[in-house]
């Protein structure tokens, strides 16, 4: 039962991260409304604190999903063929369908530049030639919200070395805290192997499965990780303080970035602590995360994840292009924002649809595009 109910609320965190990750490539207002006043300006923030702030704390949970769920079953001592049976498993639920869904995006990129008849040299021209097709395919040339998967890829890679720093408790915290001050001044370092904050993100929830299986899997003493979650999230409330104290050191490009990095990795912890301590005082959400499968749309979120830009970027623009320039400013906000809140449900939606229809057609394929979620 524990197990079933950990599960389930692993699919219902990742299922609100990803309709997170739909409202960061949603914005629909001009930037410029901002300095705006009355309804419009209102609505162009709104937007921002969706994307700009919470938003942007939706990759870092998946990191964390990823890195705990890679190391929760490892065993006591290093174990090379258990690395290599995770390879072998993200190979097919990761690397496969990375490589697979950026060759559909630039055969459909390709496909577009042939029907409007692109020449080389004008806009939207896309050209076939390896380089372009290594770039695409490999790089994610034309599928940008993949570049998670690219960095998730190269942190797979680095498993056994992860492995080795975060198994002893106190040696996996300095490496934590050393993570973390790479990530905050990473514009210093002359290699970058991969995103530094993406390591801090993969590492902490390395050192969750290896020290904090009992908290995270069965929420023994989750009221208290969810108050040192909210400590964590309240940090950089501090900022205030600090400026005060130590105003050039707040001022600096590591506070602010490394103030970025710590709100980013403390609110996924915080909604994932919060949903475990509230599975266990509400009966009705109890019974919910103890289902024995969750509703359809709740475990579809790689789909979701892989089709939704296409889909919101199309959306905005034929609205933006529908709506009349001499509107009201205050109407088109509204319209703009009440399309900006309900992109995820017609994203789910879509990515639902198209799940079963693909299903249908093809099961093997829908395994191979979604990485067999």
């Not at 529908?322 to 109407?331: F, V």
């Amino acid at each position: 039962m524990q197990e079933k109910s950990f599960s389930n609320r692993i699919k219902i965190f990742t299922f609100a991260l990803t309709i997170l990750v739909i409202w960061v490539h949603s914005v629909n207002l001009p930037e410029s409304w901002l300095s705006l006043g009355g309804f419009p300006g209102f609505s162009r923030k709104l937007e921002e604190f969706f994307t700009d702030t919470l938003g942007q704390t939706a990759v870092p949970g998946f990191f964390m999903v990823s890195a705990f769920l890679f190391f929760r079953n490892a065993p006591e001592a290093f174990s090379a063929a258990f690395i290599w049976k995770k390879w072998k498993s993200r190979a097919l639920s990761v690397l496969l369908p990375y490589l697979l869904w950026n060759g559909l995006y630039y055969a459909g990129r390709l496909l577009l530049s042939c029907l409007l008849s692109r020449a080389p040299g004008e806009a939207g021209y896309i050209p076939f030639d390896p380089e372009t097709l290594y770039q695409a395919v490999v790089h994610y040339l034309y599928n940008p919200v993949f570049w998670y998967l690219w960095e998730l890829i190269l942190l797979i890679l680095l498993t056994p070395l992860i492995w080795v720093i975060l198994k002893n408790r106190w040696a996996g915290l300095l490496a934590l805290l050393l993570a973390f001050l790479a990530a905050a001044n990473w514009n210093l370092l002359p290699v970058h192997v991969v995103n530094e904050d993406a390591l801090f993100y993969f590492m902490l929830g390395g050192y969750g499965a290896f020290h904090g299986k009992r908290l995270l899997i069965e929420g023994k003493g989750a009221g208290g990780g969810l108050l040192i979650a909210v400590a964590l999230l309240l940090l950089p409330g501090l900022e205030g303080l600090l400026k005060e104290a130590f105003p050039a050191a707040a001022a600096s490009a590591p506070f602010v970035t490394g103030k970025t990095v710590l709100f980013r990795a403390a609110f996924p912890v915080c909604l994932f602590f919060l949903l475990t301590v509230s599975a266990d005082r509400l009966p009705a959400l109890k019974a919910f995360v103890s289902r024995r499968s969750l509703p359809r749309f709740m475990e579809n979120n790689f789909l979701i994840y892989a089709t939704h830009y296409i889909l919101v970027r199309g959306i905005n623009g034929a609205l933006q292009r529908a709506l009349p320039a001499s509107l009201p400013e205050a109407l088109q906000a509204g319209v703009l924002l009440v399309a900006y809140f309900m992109l995820p449900v017609l994203c789910v939606f879509m990515g639902l649809w198209g799940s079963r229809i693909l299903e249908r057609i093809s099961p093997a394929l829908h395994r191979t595009l979604t990485g067999g979620r």
